[in-house]
C-alpha cells in the first residue's frame, strides 16, 4: 500500500490569532479578588468526567475543573488578570464516559486507557470546543500536553496556529471559515442528531472509524499522527475527507475532494496559504483582561482591551 505524508510548512512571520469561542461570563469581582469564568465543551459526543485545565501560554496553569456528568461541560474560574491566548486541556481517563455517535451507547474509559484533547482560544467570550480535529491543529502548532504546567514554555506561535488551522482544514476538505475550536452541540443519548454543522460531522467521524475501534481511538489515532517534525501520516485524514464528501448533504457543509491535495505536497501548500490568509483576515484582537476598576456605588467592572503578542 502507497503511504502517503504531507511535509507541513510553517511559516515564520507573527500573525494574530484567529478570533476563536471562549468560553463564560463577565468577571465575578468578590472583595479585591477578580476572577473570569470560561465553559468547556469537550466532544467525541459528549464527554463526562474528565478533567479540564487551562494555561497560559507559559504553560503556567491558570484553573481547572471536571466536565459535568449531566450537561458534559465544564465551567472553570481564571484569575482576571490572565492574558490570552489560552490553552485549554481536557484528559479522559479510567472512569470518564463518553458518547459515541457511531455505537450510539455511552462508553466508560476502562483502566490503563487514556486520551488528552487539546483546543486554544484567543479571548474569554464564548464557549469553548475541546475536539479530536482542535487537537489536531494544536498538537500540529507545537503544544505538547506533557509540557503545560511544568515550567516548560510551549515552543509555539500564533502564525504557526494558523497554519496548522489551515492545514487540518485543507486536507479534510472543510469550508476556509470552519472554526476548529469552536464549541459544538455534542451528541447525546437524548440528542443523537445535534443541529450545529461541528456536532454533525464529529457525528460522521464516530461513524466512520476504522473496524472493531470507535471515537476515543480515533480521536487518538489523529492525536499520535504527526511526528516531532511536523510530518502527518495523511491515510487517516484521506480517508475522513472521503467520509466527509458523502454526508456533506447531511451535516450541511460543503465539503471538497483533497484527495488531490493530499497527494500532491507543493498544491497543498498552496491551498493552505489560502486558507491561512482567510483565518488571519477573520482575526480580531487579542483580549487582555486587566484589573477591575470600581464605579461609583461599589461595583466594579472589567475594562482595557489589547493586543497581546506571543514570541
Known amino acids: 500500500m502507497i503511504k502517503f505524508f504531507v511535509k507541513l510548512v510553517f511559516f515564520l512571520a507573527s500573525v494574530a490569532l484567529t478570533a476563536c469561542g471562549g468560553g463564560g461570563s463577565d468577571p465575578v469581582v468578590t472583595g ?81 486507557q487514556s486520551l488528552t484533547m487539546l483546543s486554544v482560544v484567543s479571548s474569554l467570550n464564548a ?45 479534510l476538505g472543510l469550508p476556509s ?28 467521524m464516530a461513524k466512520h472509524t476504522e473496524p472493531d475501534t470507535n471515537a476515543f481511538d480515533q480521536a487518538a489515532t489523529l492525536a499520535t499522527a504527526i511526528t516531532a517534525q511536523g510530518v502527518v501520516n495523511a491515510k487517516a485524514l484521506q480517508d475522513l475527507n472521503q467520509a466527509f464528501l458523502g454526508s456533506a448533504r447531511t451535516m450541511g457543509l460543503i465539503i471538497s475532494d483533497a484527495k488531490a491535495l493530499i497527494n500532491d505536497p507543493a498544491t497543498l501548500a498552496q491551498r493552505v496559504n489560502l486558507v491561512k490568509k482567510a483565518i488571519e483576515a477573520r482575526a480580531k484582537p487579542l483580549t487582555t483582561a486587566v484589573a477591575p476598576t470600581p464605579k461609583a456605588g461599589g461595583s466594579a467592572s472589567m475594562s482595557g482591551q489589547g493586543t497581546a503578542t506571543l514570541n
Open 32 to 112: 479585591n479578588a477578580s476572577v473570569t469564568q470560561t465553559t468547556t465543551v469537550p466532544a467525541l459526543g459528549a464527554v463526562y468526567g474528565a478533567s479540564v485545565s487551562v494555561y497560559d501560554t507559559k504553560g503556567q496553569l491558570l484553573g481547572s475543573g471536571t466536565t459535568d456528568k449531566v450537561t458534559g461541560k465544564a465551567t472553570l474560574t481564571l484569575t482576571a488578570n490572565s492574558t490570552g491566548p489560552f490553552i485549554y486541556k481536557v484528559e479522559l481517563g479510567a472512569g470518564s464516559r463518553y458518547y459515541d455517535e457511531g455505537l450510539e451507547a455511552v462508553l466508560t474509559t476502562q483502566p490503563g
Open 127 to 171: 464557549e469553548v470546543g475541546v475536539t479530536a480535529l482542535s487537537n489536531l491543529a494544536v498538537r500540529l502548532a507545537g503544544i505538547h500536553p506533557e509540557n503545560l504546567g511544568q515550567g516548560v514554555a510551549p515552543d509555539f506561535s500564533m502564525d504557526k496556529l494558523n497554519t496548522a488551522q489551515a492545514t487540518v482544514i485543507s486536507v
Open 177 to 204: 471559515d470552519f472554526d476548529l475550536f469552536a464549541a459544538p452541540i455534542a451528541a447525546s443519548q437524548t440528542n443523537k442528531n445535534p443541529a450545529s454543522a461541528y456536532g454533525k460531522l464529529l457525528v460522521q
